[in-house]
């Protein structure tokens, strides 16, 4: 009965880490966010999104504060020398700021896209690396020369940046 009772607990949790390594969002970086999880107000269900954090811009501000006022003479000479105290305070200079950007959905990257993709950053003499299909590190570090180039600083392929490859088809413009 101990037995089948362990037995019993043991598949299901190897169900649930099982279960865990098919979820989509675990395809791709930390960064990126599926239709599922966090995404900009007003995006398409369904949609996926990459996000960059860029921290906010801080510095250090000092000001002399009169602490007393100085005191002038009958004669107007300086009888006493005014006196100050230093402050420092921080200042936000920038505010931080999230910078969302689309891209392509997991289950869109299969070994298939992903070779293309390799394909696509070797002619431009962004990627060195086998063709694997495999978004691996050196794949994601010719991503991000490439994005880096567009002012994307991320590893996570762009919708757009996908686009300008020709890997990813562009929407149509509505009939007018």
């Known amino acids: 009965m101990i037995e089948a009772t362990k037995l ?3 598949g299901g949790l190897a169900l649930l880490i099982m279960l865990g390594a098919c979820d989509p969002s675990a395809v791709d970086a930390p960064e990126t966010q599926t239709g599922n999880g966090l995404a900009p107000p007003g995006a398409p269900p369904g949609s996926c999104w990459g996000k960059i954090n860029t921290p906010a811009v801080v510095e250090t501000v ?3 504060i009169l602490v007393t006022p100085a005191k002038t003479n009958p004669d107007g000479t300086i009888g006493t020398l005014p006196v100050y105290k230093s402050e420092n305070r921080q200042q936000i200079v920038t505010p931080r700021q999230d910078r969302w950007f689309e891209t392509p959905c997991p289950p869109s990257l299969t070994v298939e896209f992903v070779s293309s993709l390799q394909r696509a950053l070797i002619a ?5 690396g086998p063709i694997n299909g495999s978004m691996d590190q050196a794949t994601r570090e010719a991503v991000r020369r490439l994005q ?3 002012g994307l600083p991320s590893d996570v392929l762009s919708t757009e940046t996908a686009r300008k ?3 990813v088809s562009a929407p149509r413009a509505p009939a007018g």
């Open 8 to 10: 019993r607990i043991f």
């Open 62 to 64: 000092t000001e002399n």
């Open 165 to 167: 490859l020709g890997l």
């Open 124 to 128: 431009r003499g962004l990627y060195t």
């Open 148 to 150: 880096v180039a567009d």
